[in-house]
């Protein structure tokens, strides 16, 4: 079955200063990977996602993530966070080897405190 | 705003009340999902319809159920609900090219007291 590890239940960061948080995955087939972030009382926002090709991608709002086929993970980066950054964030994965099954499994999340 | 709309925000209801909540997805798109969010079980997944046929069942109770109307919006039944039914409940919407996004309304904020 597939599942995601977010190991970090909160990320502190200063404003400025660059971000990670981290994700690692488990699946039987090839991932589709995705991150998402809540704001409070808010839905999940789409931020970037893994389907093939480069394992840097470049997402919404100065997000990347870099895919790592070896150690499974699927880190969320960004070079200078804002304290608008703040926020809950999930990595979630699809595994292709279920074509018939569509659904996300999501990780717990991480909360990023940017701090001024 | 993601394109995805659910009625209604929030909801209070009482145990063993009886609720629908109210998912439009996306235009153009065919599938829909059903999440829920809750404290100690994080984010599940409960049910996916794809052009109004139930596609894939994930951890839904038997008192909940589904649907998808021939416009494509969705419903989610909730029945006989228990205090711990009590939870954010998140319809997401995409096409079914197999690479696709899925796209979430902003939840429907279900408290049973």
């Known amino acids: 079955a597939q599942s995601v590890a977010q190991p970090e239940d909160q990320v502190n960061v200063a404003e400025g200063n660059p971000l990670t948080v981290k994700c690692t995955y488990s699946?039987?087939?090839?991932?589709?990977l995705f991150w998402y972030v809540q704001y409070p009382n808010r839905g999940l926002q789409f931020l970037l996602k893994y389907i093939t090709g480069d394992n840097l991608v470049k997402g919404s709002y100065g997000f990347e993530a870099e895919f790592n086929k070896s150690q499974t993970s699927f880190h969320l980066k960004k070079p200078s966070a804002l304290v608008s950054d703040s926020a809950l964030y999930f990595c979630?994965?699809?595994?292709?080897?279920?074509?018939?099954?569509?659904?996300?499994?999501f990780g717990t999340g991480t909360r990023l405190l940017v701090s001024p | 705003d993601s394109g995805v709309t659910q009625t209604p925000k929030h909801l209070i209801t009482a145990t063993g009340q009886r609720v629908t909540l109210r998912c439009s997805p996306r235009s153009g798109d065919l599938s829909v999902y059903w999440y829920q969010q809750s404290l100690d079980q994080g984010l599940q997944f409960l049910i996916h319809y794809y052009n109004g046929e139930e596609r894939a069942k994930g951890n839904i109770l038997e008192r909940f159920s589904a649907q998808q109307f021939p416009d494509l919006h969705s419903e989610l039944n909730l029945s006989s609900l228990e205090l711990g039914d009590s939870a954010l409940y998140f319809c997401?919407?995409?096409?079914?090219?197999?690479?696709?996004?899925?796209?979430f309304g902003p939840g429907t904020r279900l408290l049973v007291l």
């Open positions: 979630a994965v699809r595994d292709t080897a279920n074509t018939g099954f569509q659904k996300l499994v």
């Open positions: 699946v039987s087939g090839n991932p589709y």
């Open positions: 997401a919407s995409s096409d079914l090219t197999g690479r696709e996004t899925q796209y």
